[in-house]
């Protein structure tokens, strides 16, 4: 099964119906002024984590707003009217500033790719970056072998593996060799070239539907400033295919169960998004056909949640459904024992941890402590 990408199109909103800065909404007097009321800039140029100041001039400033959250917009000193701009993503938009009068004054803003950026989500240094090369080099040199659109399906096996498993760990010891050890781990924070995507049936795709089949996708590029992933995978309709473009938001708050690395694992990575604060806890309840899991909510850095629940308190990734919710609860409908695959104790085990996800940097809070349902 393969994640469908969704490409949003952007479209010039109301602007009564943008979000004032920090909340705040300035009312002022009318006043009249010798000359035109005008931005400061009419076009600006920010990379992704950049910051660029943007003023009213001849005029005072009631509200701000953007066409498109590829920026982030905030109020700069005591005035509303100067404002800061920061690049979040790659592509262009319109600040807007209405003043008192109510005329409505625009700036179009392009955001560009940050000047050096890592191929993970961890603060990478020069080594890591031609290490990656080296494995992309390797992994791009089988498409000689399996060439874009060939088949490749159930009838392709390596090491006791079929189909796109079986894709997925042929590029991987090419490029890794076949003694380098496996680490796996659910942190979409610490991708890198080479790593195995891993979805299991259960896995939550973001347009709200599960998975019902396995599937493996290998990382080429994962590249964060931009938001974006380019993989590779095997058995895609019973082919082969190179270069899909997937955002890696949409797997961090959406989709996938694990990843599988050769890369050794450092659960306390830096990152470039603030780590979500506070101990996480959960709590579960059933009733008249319906389970709800809650956690508790975090007030600061948290865009969304990640649950894991398995049959085995170890969570390994083949035994253990992966969910996403934005909200701080999920909701099911069934027996208490769908959760248990194991008939005679119908026991399972249930942790979740908080996300933050901006512009595509993602990084993770510490899990919860594991709750056990019965």
């Known amino acids: 099964m393969r994640l469908l990408k969704k490409t949003v199109a952007f479209i010039l909103i109301a602007f009564l119906s943008f979000v004032p800065i920090a909340g705040v909404a300035v009312t002022v007097p009318i006043t009249v002024y010798a000359a035109s009321p005008a931005l400061s800039s009419t076009s600006l140029t920010v990379k992704v984590g950049q910051t660029k100041t943007l003023k009213i001039k001849n005029a005072s400033a009631k509200k701000w707003g953007q066409t498109a959250d590829i920026v982030k917009l905030a109020k700069k000193g005591s005035s509303i009217n100067t404002i800061t701009v920061k690049g979040l993503k790659k592509g262009t938009c319109k600040v807007a500033c209405m003043i008192s009068s109510g005329k409505i004054l625009y700036c179009k803003v392009k955001v560009t790719a940050a000047s050096s950026s890592g191929s993970s989500g961890s603060s990478s240094s020069s080594k890591d970056t031609n290490a990656d090369k080296k494995i992309y080099n390797k992994i791009i040199a089988m498409k000689a072998k399996y060439s874009e659109g060939s088949r490749y399906d159930e009838s392709n096996t390596y090491k006791g593996y079929s189909a796109c498993q079986a894709f997925a760990y042929l590029m991987s010891d090419t490029a890794f060799g076949k003694d380098k050890p496996y680490y796996r781990h659910y942190d979409f924070g610490a991708l890198r070239t080479g790593d195995i995507i891993y979805q299991v049936p259960g896995s939550k795709l973001s347009d709200g539907s599960y998975t019902t089949t396995t599937h493996a996708l290998v990382v080429l590029k994962a590249d964060y400033s931009k938001d974006e992933l380019v993989l590779c995978e095997g058995n895609y309709m019973g082919?082969?295919?190179?270069?899909?473009?997937?955002?890696?938001?949409?797997?961090?708050?959406?989709?996938?169960?694990?990843?599988?690395?050769?890369?050794?694992?450092?659960?306390?990575?830096?990152?470039?998004?603030?780590?979500?604060?506070?101990?996480?806890?959960?709590?579960?309840?059933?009733?008249?056909?319906?389970?709800?899991?809650?956690?508790?909510?975090?007030?600061?850095?948290?865009?969304?949640?990640?649950?894991?629940?398995?049959?085995?308190?170890?969570?390994?990734?083949?035994?253990?459904?992966?969910?996403?919710?934005?909200?701080?609860?999920?909701?099911?409908?069934?027996?208490?024992?769908?959760?248990?695959?194991?008939?005679?104790?119908?026991?399972?085990?249930?942790?979740?941890?908080?996300?933050?996800?901006?512009?595509?940097?993602?990084?993770?809070?510490?899990?919860?402590?594991?709750?056990?349902?019965?």
């Open 239 to 374: 082919k082969a295919h190179w270069g899909s473009t997937y955002s890696i938001s949409e797997f961090a708050l959406g989709a996938g169960a694990s990843v599988t690395s050769r890369y050794q694992y450092n659960a306390s990575h830096s990152v470039k998004a603030t780590k979500p604060s506070g101990t996480m806890s959960v709590k579960y309840s059933y009733s008249n056909g319906i389970g709800r899991f809650t956690a508790k909510k975090l007030s600061r850095n948290c865009t969304g949640y990640q649950y894991l629940i398995s049959d085995d308190s170890g969570f390994p990734y083949n035994r253990t459904q992966t969910f996403y919710t934005k909200g701080n609860y999920m909701q099911f409908y069934g027996t208490e024992s769908i959760w248990a695959s194991d008939a005679q104790y119908h026991v399972a085990y249930l942790r979740v941890r908080a996300i933050n996800n901006k512009g595509g940097y993602v990084s993770y809070g510490k899990w919860s402590s594991v709750r056990i349902i019965r």
